[in-house]
Every structure is written in C-alpha cells, then in structure tokens.
C-alpha cells in the first residue's frame, strides 16, 4: 500500500479559507495521480479533485468548481488543496488518494487516514 498523509484541516468561518497538504514518506507523489475525496457524517464518499500525474491535468466536481484548486509542489512532494469561499456543506473528513490515474472508482486509490474540515460560525 502507497499511503499518504494528510494534514491542514481545522474549524473555519463561512466565506474562510484553509490549504490542505497530502504528503507522502518512501515514495514520490509526482508519478501518481493524487485525488481528494470528502465524507460527511450521514453521506456517501464525494469526489472532491484529482490531478493527474501528466502536467497540467486536473480535475474538480462541480460543487467545488471555483471556489477550489488542487495543485503540487514537486520540490517538497506535497499537493494542496486550496480551499477558499468556504461553506458548511464543506464540513467533511477530506482523505487524499493515491492512484495510477484519476479515477472516480474509490477501489482504484491508496488512501490516507483523513483530516477533519469543519466550517462553522
């Protein structure tokens, strides 16, 4: 198993922002694609963002779109996502994925144990 770890979650205001990191020891994110993917108590897994392990390919779901962006830093084997104009629908466990390609099948992906957002005034 590749897994990764996430790390950046935290209790923010509505309309605030917090930048997730996923990070990973013993192997390099570069060459997978990395995915994230929410859960809130009482729903089912959602798709947040995917980036690709070809430059320039990224990925978002449409209740994201806008207000999120996924992006990786090679030099410190890290990809973020930035979350901004954030609402109390966001209010999730967010689990980065490692994968061979981005990929809406949960199956497909090496997963990290999660980190709490909750968006709250």
């Known amino acids: 198993q590749l897994q990764p770890v996430e790390s950046g979650g935290g209790l923010v205001q509505p309309g605030g922002s917090l930048r997730l990191s996923c990070t990973a020891s013993g192997f390099t994110l570069d060459y997978y694609a990395i995915a994230w993917f929410r859960q809130a108590p009482g729903k089912e897994r959602e798709g947040v963002s995917c980036i690709s392990s070809r430059v320039g390919s990224t990925y978002y779901g449409d209740s994201v779109k806008g207000r999120f962006t996924i992006s990786r830093d090679s030099a410190k084997n890290t990809v973020y996502l930035q979350m901004n104009s954030l609402k109390p629908e966001d209010t999730a466990v967010y689990y980065c994925?490692?994968?061979?390609?981005?990929?809406?099948?949960?199956?497909?992906?090496?997963w990290g144990q999660g980190t709490q957002v909750t968006v709250s005034s």
């Open positions: 994925a490692v994968g061979p390609q981005c990929s809406r099948i949960a199956g497909s992906y090496d």
